[in-house]
């Protein structure tokens, strides 16, 4: 079983914490706040509870709840010990490429995204694509950038091409950007896609060729 399972903590390290709960403070937006990806919900609780009560703005979390055994249970154990009722989290229970089609059909809007769900190059190229619903002035946190190869090439490549994001920050691996204006095209495109879809089994293969290596240069 996943520590974080068992412990209920935020899988950020502390300052990573710190750093993303002080920009949810600071910007004090009213409109959606989105987590891809939320595990034990530990940092969900962290977020949640930047606002008091009567000032929450709904929070919506994304995540098919296959990550460990009775994963959805173990949010609601962790928003129930922090004093947050469940009814005020809009979960959905799906893949971050489902759960996006059918935001973007509703025409839905954010101002704050977390984006922490698999972190392989072509799964965090397509949670990317929610930054088509974030609002100007919006904040978007990808962690364990610099540290996953996938989620860094991705991202480096997200921002090569939007030059409407600015980097605000980077806390060891969570990488803080903000949406400066609007975009004229959606952010990730198709060739965007199939670049993360051909990089993928190379980026595997790669892994396992170090694994492979360190395993037998002994
Ligand atoms: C690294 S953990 C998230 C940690 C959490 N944000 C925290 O700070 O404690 C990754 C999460 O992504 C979820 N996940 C995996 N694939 C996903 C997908 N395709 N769409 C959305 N979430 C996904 C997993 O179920 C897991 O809960």
């Not at 935020?10 to 949810?24: G, R, V």
């Not at 509870?49 to 919506?60: D, L």
């Not at 996938?150 to 990488?175: I, P, Q, W």
Request: charged fraction near 25%; include cysteine; proline fraction near 3%.
């Amino acid at each position: 079983m996943r520590r974080h399972a068992r412990t209920l903590a935020p899988e950020l390290t502390d300052k990573e914490l710190a750093s993303l709960l002080d920009i949810i403070r600071k910007m004090r937006f009213q409109g959606k706040h989105l987590e891809i990806g939320t595990a034990a919900g530990g940092t969900l609780c962290c977020m949640m509870k930047v606002f008091e009560y009567h000032e929450r703005p709904p929070f919506v979390v994304v995540d098919p709840m296959t990550y460990f055994q009775d994963q959805l249970n173990t949010v609601m154990k962790s928003l129930q010990n922090n004093g947050v009722p469940a009814e005020e989290v809009d979960f959905r229970i799906k893949k971050s490429s489902e759960a996006f089609i059918e935001a973007n059909q509703r025409g839905e809007s954010f101002e704050f995204i977390f984006i922490d769900g698999a972190h392989k190059i072509h799964y965090v190229t397509g949670d990317l694509r929610w930054t088509r619903l974030l609002r100007k002035g919006g904040i978007v946190c990808l962690h364990d950038y610099s540290s996953v190869r996938g989620v860094t090439l991705a991202a480096d490549r997200f921002l090569r091409k939007n030059s409407n994001y600015e980097k605000v920050d980077c806390v060891h691996t969570l990488l803080i950007l903000r949406k400066t204006r609007e975009s004229s095209t959606p952010e990730i495109s198709l060739t965007d896609r199939i670049w993360a879809s051909a990089l993928a089994p190379l980026l595997r293969l790669d892994i396992f060729t170090k694994k492979f290596l360190k395993n037998y240069s002994h």
